[in-house]
Nanobody, 116 residues
Framework: QVQLVESGGGLAQPGGSLRLSCVAS????????MGWYRQAPGKQRELVAA???????KYADSVKGRFTVSRVNAKNTVCLQMNSLEPEDTAVYYC??????????WGQGTQVTVSS
């Protein structure tokens, strides 16, 4: 059974930074496209960033230039570096299998709160 486990959420001040990590089970992570989503209270879950197995990335317009998605295949890990955080970034962040062996799998989520 595929498992995705997020970590790294917490409280940050506006303008601050946080780094989220998602560790995937299994030995075929290197061929998986992965994504980060977020869901704020009362809002729909939305794609924040995604990365293909080859390292190509895409971002939501609202986070371009502030967030960076990356992966370390040797550690089965995909990361989301979040800089210049804004209160509007407050949400639960989820790791998601975008394609390949983890397609459709979700992590349990990690809370990010941006507040002074």
């Amino acid at each position: 059974q595929v498992q995705l486990v997020e970590s790294g959420g917490g409280l940050a001040q506006p303008g601050g930074s946080l780094r989220l990590s998602c560790v995937a089970s299994g030995s075929i992570f290197r061929i998986a496209a992965m994504g980060w989503y977020r869901q704020a209270p009362g809002k729909q879950r939305e794609l924040v960033a995604a990365i293909t197995s080859g390292g190509s990335t895409k971002y939501a317009d609202s986070v371009k230039g502030r967030f960076t998605v990356s992966r370390v295949n040797a550690k089965n890990t995909v990361c989301l570096q979040m800089n210049s955080l804004e209160p509007e970034d407050t949400a639960v962040y989820y790791c998601h299998g975008e394609g390949g062996p983890y397609y459709g799998s979700w992590g349990q989520g990690t809370q990010v709160t941006v507040s002074s």
